[in-house]
């Protein structure tokens, strides 16, 4: 028998409910799915021919592309469950101040670790194969993106990675965080799989000199882009404009930091004109609903998510995509007049991630389009009723779970609910024992 060369085989999918939304064909019943180089090759009616290398017959699946979060933090993994802050915290600077600046300062490397794996295994699980994350261990910096991309590659999915560069600890650790972007960057700034972006906290953790700083730096680079929380708090308006901005996305462009690959988080409280800020550099804005609704600081305008075609992330509070989607629609539903136009979220999910994720990582990701990287979620999903093309939204939504299979550059990561080559329990206890000391020394630090 002739060696097939894992990259070239030719693999032919049979049998599947094919949904492939805002693609050239973006529904097929019982269709196929033909593979090569880690790519789809065609997708339709497929006679399953000699030139086959392999056939998979996955009986009535439904077929959905690989889906893509574009805003995390897998940093925060551990926290389910963790013990609420003593103090209550009243707005959103006190929830940072009392959560996730304790938490972010007591990470080290093991718990670190443990954190990327649960947190990529938990995204995995729900069909998520592009993770665009926004990392923070603040006592642990040096080397910790490339933990993150070691840890990604084990689990055969992608990522993105930036450091988020603060000046509340002080000049080295701003220092140290500026070198691991740059380091970062320089070695996977061509990488197919790794897309490095420059991280910053907010605008209102950061100096007029190191924002300087940065710019400088980058001046350096090329191919950067920023990623960076943007008005999620008006607290974070407000400081700009006590440092005499108009607004947090005009003082980050008037340092030239905004661009093309740049991504702008939450942008609650832009102002009418950073829409037109934004437009000009192309950066790009992601929206994330459930975690504004858990931090209590408003909802993104529906009119300025239409008009700068939004993003969708999670903000660290899960890996599942289609319920960020569900409950993004339910949180602004629940503030809306009967009639009132809401927000199309599965657009956000299916069509706007992809043209960010294309974006970055410069070749083409989340559809099942000829040519697109063969990421797939497969859901044994039966539905109780008619599936066609113009419901895939309702069924999705509201009817899938957690897909039994997920493929990655054509191949399987999850096979019959099955991690491939990893150990499902040995992530979850070395989580465990990880997050009891993370807890403790939170508790120990500040928390007291
Ligand atoms: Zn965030």
Redesign the pocket.
């Known amino acids: 028998m002739m060696h097939v060369n894992q990259n070239s085989k030719k693999t032919l999918l049979t049998h599947c409910r094919i949904v492939n939304p805002y693609g050239e064909i973006d529904f097929i019943e019982n269709g196929s799915i033909l593979i090569q180089d880690g790519l789809i090759k065609e997708i339709g009616q497929i006679e399953s021919a000699n030139t086959v290398d392999e056939t998979i017959d996955l009986k009535g699946k439904t077929v959905l592309p690989g889906m893509i979060n574009a805003?995390s933090?897998l940093y925060s993994a551990l926290a389910t469950g963790m013990p609420f802050p003593k103090g209550s915290p009243t707005n959103f600077t006190e929830i940072l101040e009392q959560v996730w600046w304790i938490l972010d300062r007591a990470l080290d490397k093991e718990s670190t670790k443990a954190s990327y794996e649960a947190g990529l295994m938990d995204h995995l699980r729900y069909g998520v194969t592009t993770v665009i994350d926004?990392h923070s261990s603040q006592n642990y910096i040096k080397g910790s993106l490339q933990l993150l991309a070691d840890t990604a590659d084990q689990f055969g999915m992608n990522i993105s990675g930036a450091f988020e560069m603060t000046d509340r600890n002080g000049a080295n650790t701003f220092q140290g965080s500026l070198d691991e972007n740059i380091r970062f960057h320089n070695t996977y700034i061509d990488s197919a799989t790794v897309r490095p972006l420059i991280g910053l906290h907010a605008s209102f953790t950061l100096s007029d000199e190191s924002l300087q700083h940065i710019a400088d730096q980058l001046k350096h680079e090329t191919n950067w882009g920023i990623h960076v929380?943007t008005a999620e708090d008006k607290a974070d308006q407000t400081d700009a404009e006590k440092r005499g901005y108009s607004s947090v996305i005009q003082r980050l462009d008037s340092f030239g930091l905004l661009n093309e690959n740049s991504l702008v988080?939450h942008g609650i409280h832009f102002k009418p004109e950073d829409s037109e800020i934004i437009k000009r550099t192309g950066a790009m804005l992601v929206h994330?609903p459930s975690?504004n609704a858990n931090n209590r600081v408003g909802m993104t305008p529906s009119k300025l998510i239409e008009n700068l075609n939004a993003g969708l992330g999670t903000?660290?509070m899960q890996g599942n995509m289609l319920a960020e989607a569900k409950e993004g629609t339910l949180i602004r539903s629940s503030h809306l007049p009967g009639g009132a136009a809401g927000v199309h979220y599965a657009e956000l999910l299916f069509r706007n991630n992809p043209a960010i994720a294309t974006k970055l990582f410069n070749r083409k990701i989340g559809k099942l389009d000829p040519g697109y990287s063969a990421d797939m979620a497969i859901f044994d999903y039966r539905p109780r009723t008619v599936f066609h093309a113009g419901n895939w939204i309702g069924h999705s939504l509201f009817g899938m779970d957690k897909p039994s299979d997920v493929m990655t550059a054509g191949q399987f990561r999850i096979r019959d609910y099955e991690l491939m080559g990893i150990s499902e329990t040995e992530i979850l206890n070395k989580a465990q024992v990880q997050s009891n000391k993370l807890w403790k020394r939170m508790e120990d630090g500040v928390m007291e």
């Open positions: 805003h933090h926004h929380h988080i994330n975690s903000d660290g």
